[in-house]
């Protein structure tokens, strides 16, 4: 990484003192859980997570395919689908008008609320003004039957509907049942999108960079290359005007010269907007480029986080070391990459254990990694709870508290004998099931 991509980040993230940390905070996510039940078992998608998203920051979460990173975005947004359920956790949010709305003061925290306790009808209506998403594949999220302006019209249609009425009547359609949707698709005159709403998704269109906005409105999905169709999903998910955007690998499938100019849009809208953005990727590079902090994710827990300066500059996890690692050295293009051996776990809750989910992947693990480590504070070496007290650089692996010690090392083959031991009890199980389903 060049010193001008982490330039950003390090001038943009001054410390700041615990007191005035939380009043920072836009968000804070404490013990944050998502289970999948399966016919084939219960797979622990988010194991415990906790991070803040500060105003106006930039907040990454990065990891391999399969780590739980876009989970955990549908987590905070309610989204995640059956046969998935957020099974425990805190997602205290801040907002002085909600706070004084609710009436559960479990649900409270002077002006933050936790939205895992409030109604679902009023979590709902935090979608588009709070919270927001970009998704994956922007082509399976429009409605290819649609104009691209008619459903950024639409998203800006609901939120001024919202807008006007008390929070407690917007999960309904404000008004808008099923004799207005008929009455629609044959009056003209009586569409639920309002001429405001169009122009303003036309505005929209305009602000994210397409050329020709009144024209493109009026063209379908289809019609729109790759990064446009990026665009047009940034557009809609501004329609509300969220504190918190939430962007989900904005840039999967888009050539390089296309990658950097969403990475751009989004920087600037930010500087414009003030909101802040979550940002999910695999690419260390987005991360380095856009990051203020940034959150390590491995087997649904985040293994390390900080300062994007402490993380690249200074890793501490070996995971976080393995993926630094596994980019190529611009200074030295002809050095060989250190790919990470092995595969990230299928996160079945039978087949995880409670030891440190990287264990058998990494070339320090020692006795102890054995048991499931907690966070240590980097700087100090010392145990701390993520929950009260994070710090601002913290590792959950036993080598932020000492170095690796040569004669407490597991042999190369523990977990491969393990896993072949683990295989022949399964086996016996089978068998055995077979047996009495015979008798």
Known sequence: MSGDETSHARDASPAISDADEDARNLLRVRDLSTRFFTEEGQVNAVESVDFDV???????????????????????????????????????YRNADLAEEIDDPEAVDGDFVDVRQVPENVRRSLRGPSFSMIFQDPMSSLNPSLTVGEQIAEAVEVQRRARANPRSTRSRTQGYGLADMLASTVLPSRSYV????????????????????????????????????????????????PDLLIADEPTTALDVTIQAQILDLLRDLQDETGMSIVMITHNLG????????????????????GQLADVFDDPVHPYTQGLLG???????????????????????????????????????????????????????????????????????CVLANHEFRPEDALPEEYFAVESEDSSGSDREAAETEEVNTDD
Request: aromatic letters at 6%; a negative charge; proline letters at 8%.
């Open 54 to 92: 500060r105003d106006g920051e930039v907040f990454g979460i990065v990891g391999e395919s399969g780590s739980g990173k876009s989970v955990t975005a549908l987590s905070i947004g309610d989204l995640v689908e059956s046969p998935g359920r957020v099974t425990s956790g805190e997602v205290w």
């Open 194 to 241: 309002s001429e405001e709403s169009r122009e303003r998704a036309i505005e929209l269109l305009e602000q994210v960079g397409i050329p020709d906005p009144a024209d493109r409105a009026d063209e379908y999905p289809h019609q729109f290359s790759g990064g446009m169709l990026q665009r047009a999903m940034i557009a809609q998910a501004l329609a509300g005007e």
């Open 286 to 305: 987005v991360i380095a480029r856009m990051c203020d902090r940034v959150g390590v994710m491995y087997a649904g827990e985040i293994v390390e986080r």
């Open 326 to 396: 596994s980019i190529p050295d611009l200074d030295e293009p002809a050095s060989r990459l250190q790919p990470i051996e092995g595969n990230v776990p299928d996160l079945y809750d039978h087949e995880m254990g409670d030891r440190c989910y990287f264990a058998d992947r990494c070339p320090y693990a020692m006795e102890e990694c054995l048991s499931h480590p907690p966070e240590f504070d980097t700087e100090t070496g010392k145990p701390v709870d993520p929950k009260t007290d994070p710090g601002e650089h913290g590792a959950r």
